[in-house]
């Protein structure tokens, strides 16, 4: 039927109500209009307007049984329905509304049989008569929507009024025939549409398990390749593939071991173990096991109860329980004494412990990743390191390469740490080409943390927007480490050397894993032009000499006399920083 077919018939429907009916045509526009919806519950306000205008039935409604309490326990009513649509368009009504008597609707849902009340009131009751008809002389058609044709599962009950005044008592046959004819397109549509939802559900379904197994490949793919890591700059295979450990690593629990020479980043990756892990937003808490004193360490990890000790002046949480649900980075390892060994060993073994000076037994879900530039296994083979302890914190040693074994990545890093500076100070300064491939030549014994040292301070010297290779601090010859390197592989140094015999770095190959440390590599600083090394005049080594002690004395200050700290700080091993202090005489103030 043509849109003005419908638009006529509708306005006649209005004028002679009850006089014309148009049972085929309803039938036939009810099936256009639930076929065609993409939600034919939604669509039914429209279909009931069609049996109103086409057949003259009026106040349709559609029951929908509510899902939520379909069995009748707890009290609740057997057959729930909710009014999920009537001529003013769709809804959500409680069956109180009374659009359909509650009682018929829910003998048709428990009958699953239309139900034709010739008269309403004499039949249900006066209360049936929907609130706001224009009088109560109504008969009522019911029909049930099945769950799908010939299913005993009532779904919905469709309904309408006829208004007995007009003579309607003999359209009833004809009314239950028509409702009874769109029940069963609206089921078809119903089922037709739960099959299309059930298929999307399926394909979004297949969909949702390509995707993750695309991610998982992708993450394995990623994994292997080692890409990179927020935060941790580098592109050399050497650093490409102790990414990808840390990535594997990470996703589990275990015990992780950073090995690798001071200042190659090994708390940078102990944050990425705990970032790339399920811990990540849980606490990640670091101790630094070298920079206390074996009393106070005990009391930093575990804890003390008030008046444990003189200062214990209230109770404290050590830093396992800061870090229970977390990660705990347990810097320089190598550092601590038989005692505290023990004490560690138990917590890891048991994951029990109790506060210093305190009786009950505490209990934490710590992940521990701990970091050394020592050579563990000598240690281990001199008695001097718990070989259970070892082998409890060793489960997955990971050795970060030295800067010199990744010269390649030497730009890149240069380059963002001036970004860095550039960015905190309002500048924009530039390396020269020349200053780049100068730096690519130095051995950085100090890693990663002397070549940002030695961007800071140039950049910082620097008096022109360009950094000439020339001001770098070991063309000036001012550069400490440079000196450090020069003494420990045995050359002369210009400034007097201490060193006479060639003293190992503790170097830790990155391909051997656990061998013990190798002998120094050739003198740092590539290939500097003669000049910068050439032994200077007698005045000019003792201003150096001095020079050098005062940023001796000035870092162990700063460090509060912590040799590993102030080692830090220069950007040197904390081996390096003993010699240097030995050289100038600097004694180590102890607190
Ligand atoms: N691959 C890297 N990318 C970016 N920055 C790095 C990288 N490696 C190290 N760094 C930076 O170098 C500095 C030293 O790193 P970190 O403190 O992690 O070294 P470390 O091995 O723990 O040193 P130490 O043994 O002396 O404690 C930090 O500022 C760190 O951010």
Same mark, same amino acid.
């Given at each position: 039927?043509?849109?003005?077919?419908l638009?006529?018939?509708t306005?006649?429907?209005?004028?002679?109500p009850q006089?014309?009916?148009?049972?085929?045509?309803?039938?036939?526009?009810?099936?256009?209009?639930?076929?065609?919806?993409?939600?034919?519950?939604?669509?039914?306000?429209?279909?009931?307007?069609?049996?109103?205008?086409f057949?003259?039935l009026?106040?349709g409604?559609?029951a929908?049984?509510?899902?939520?309490?379909?069995s009748?326990?707890?009290g609740?009513?057997v057959?729930?329905?909710?009014?999920?649509?009537?001529?003013?368009?769709?809804? #959500?009504?409680?069956?109180?509304?009374?659009?359909?008597p509650?009682?018929?609707?829910?003998?048709?849902?428990?009958?699953?049989?239309a139900?034709?009340?010739?008269?309403?009131?004499?039949?249900?009751?006066?209360?049936?008569?929907?609130?706001?008809?224009?009088?109560n002389?109504?008969?009522?058609?019911?029909?049930?929507i099945?769950?799908?044709?010939?299913?005993?599962?009532v779904?919905?009950v469709?309904?309408?009024?006829?208004?007995?005044?007009?003579?309607?008592m003999?359209?009833?046959?004809?009314?239950?025939?028509?409702l009874?004819?769109?029940a069963?397109i609206?089921?078809?549509?119903?089922?037709?549409?739960?099959l299309?939802?059930?298929?999307?559900?399926?394909?979004?379904?297949?969909?949702?398990?390509?995707l993750?197994a695309?991610?998982?490949t992708?993450?394995?793919? #990623?994994?292997?390749?080692?890409?990179?890591?927020?935060?941790?700059?580098?592109?050399s295979?050497?650093i490409k593939?102790v990414t990808?450990?840390?990535?594997?690593?990470?996703?589990?629990?275990?015990?992780v071991?950073?090995?690798g020479?001071?200042?190659?980043?090994k708390?940078?990756?102990?944050?990425?173990?705990?970032?790339?892990?399920?811990?990540?937003d849980?606490?990640?808490?670091?101790?630094? #096991?070298?920079?206390l004193s074996?009393?106070?360490?005990?009391?930093?990890?575990?804890?003390?109860?008030?008046?444990?000790?003189t200062?214990?002046?209230?109770?404290?949480?050590?830093?396992?329980?800061?870090?229970?649900?977390?990660?705990?980075?347990?810097?320089?390892i190598?550092?601590?004494?038989?005692?505290?060994?023990?004490?560690?060993?138990?917590?890891?073994?048991?994951?029990?412990?109790?506060?210093?000076?305190?009786?009950?037994t505490?209990?934490?879900?710590?992940?521990?990743?701990?970091?050394?530039?020592?050579?563990?296994?000598a240690?281990?083979?001199?008695?001097?390191?718990?070989?259970?302890?070892?082998?409890?914190? #060793?489960?997955v040693?990971i050795?970060?390469?030295?800067?010199?074994?990744?010269?390649?990545?030497?730009?890149t890093?240069?380059?963002?740490?001036l970004?860095?500076?550039?960015?905190?100070n309002?500048?924009e300064?530039?390396?020269?080409?020349?200053?780049?491939?100068q730096?690519?030549?130095?051995?950085?014994?100090?890693?990663?943390r $002397?070549?940002?040292?030695?961007?800071?301070?140039?950049?910082?010297?620097?008096?022109g927007?360009e950094?000439? $290779?020339?001001?770098?601090?070991c063309?000036?010859?001012?550069?400490?480490?440079?000196?450090?390197?020069?003494?420990?592989?045995?050359?002369?140094?210009?400034?007097?050397?201490?060193?006479?015999?060639?003293?190992?770095?503790?170097?830790?190959?990155?391909?051997?894993?656990?061998?013990?440390?190798?002998?120094?590599?050739?003198?740092?600083?590539?290939?500097?032009?003669?000049?910068?090394?050439?032994?200077?005049?007698?005045?000019?080594?003792?201003?150096a000499?001095?020079d050098?002690?005062?940023?001796?004395?000035?870092?162990?200050?700063r460090?509060?006399?912590?040799?590993?700290?102030?080692?830090?700080?220069?950007?040197?091993?904390?081996?390096?920083?003993g010699?240097?202090?030995?050289?100038?005489?600097?004694?180590?103030?102890?607190f």
């Open positions: 039927m043509s849109m003005s077919t638009e006529h018939r306005a006649f429907a209005a004028v002679r006089m014309d009916r148009f049972p085929l045509d309803t039938v036939c526009e009810a099936a256009k209009i639930l076929t065609g919806a993409s939600d034919p519950i939604a669509a039914m306000p429209s279909v009931l307007n069609v049996l109103s205008s057949m003259g009026r106040m409604a559609l929908l049984l509510d899902d939520k309490g379909r009748g326990g707890d609740k009513p057959n729930p329905f909710i009014i999920a649509a009537t001529t003013h368009g769709s809804t #959500c009504a409680p069956p109180e509304t009374r659009a359909l509650i009682r018929a609707t829910r003998q048709v849902f428990r009958t699953g049989v139900l034709v009340s010739r008269n309403v009131v004499e039949e249900l009751g006066e209360a049936a008569i929907p609130p706001g008809a224009p009088h002389r109504f008969a009522l058609t019911s029909v049930p099945r769950e799908q044709v010939h299913s005993p599962y779904i919905g469709l309904g309408a009024w006829r208004d007995l005044d007009e003579g309607g003999r359209f009833l046959e004809e009314d239950q025939r028509v009874t004819m769109v069963a609206l089921e078809q549509s119903i089922k037709f549409r739960r299309v939802a059930r298929d999307r559900e399926r394909l979004m379904e297949e969909a949702r398990q390509a993750h695309a991610n998982e992708a993450a394995d793919n #990623c994994t292997l390749r080692g890409e990179p890591i927020k935060g941790i700059i580098g592109d295979p050497a593939a990808a450990q840390i990535r594997k690593v990470a996703r589990t629990n275990t015990p071991l950073l090995r020479e001071s200042g190659t980043g708390e940078l990756f102990a944050k990425a173990v705990h970032a790339l892990s399920d811990r990540r849980k606490p990640f808490v670091k101790v630094n #096991c070298a920079a074996q009393t106070l360490l005990e009391s930093e990890l575990f804890g003390h109860e008030k008046g444990s000790f200062g214990a002046l209230a109770q404290k949480k050590g830093r396992f329980e800061l870090a229970d649900t977390g990660t705990l980075f347990l810097d320089e190598g550092e601590i004494g038989p005692e505290f060994q023990a004490k560690l060993l138990r917590i890891l073994q048991e994951g029990e412990f109790e506060r210093v000076g305190g009786a009950k505490l209990k934490v879900d710590v992940r521990l990743v701990t970091a050394t530039n020592r050579d563990l296994e240690a281990v083979a001199r008695g001097d390191f718990r070989a259970d302890l070892y082998f409890r914190i #060793c489960v040693p050795v970060l390469p030295p800067l010199r074994e990744r010269a390649e990545d030497v730009p890093l240069a380059q963002t740490f970004d860095r500076f550039n960015a905190q309002g500048m300064k530039r390396l020269t080409p020349q200053a780049m491939a730096l690519a030549r130095c051995q950085f014994p100090g890693n990663v $002397e070549l940002e040292n030695c961007i800071s301070r140039v950049a910082a010297l620097s008096s927007s950094i000439d $290779e020339r001001e770098l601090a063309m000036q010859g001012t550069c400490l480490s440079a000196e450090l390197w020069r003494m420990q592989s045995g050359d002369r140094s210009p400034i007097g050397g201490l060193a006479t015999v060639r003293t190992p770095l503790p170097v830790i190959d990155s391909g051997a894993g656990q061998r013990p440390p190798v002998p120094p590599l050739p003198p740092g600083f590539g290939e500097p032009p003669p000049a910068a090394f050439a032994p200077p005049a007698a005045a000019e080594t003792a201003e000499d001095a050098e002690r005062a940023r001796l004395i000035d870092a162990m200050e460090a509060g006399w912590v040799q590993a700290k102030a080692a830090r700080l220069l950007g040197l091993t904390p081996r390096q920083i010699y240097a202090l030995k050289k100038h005489g600097v004694e180590v103030r102890k």
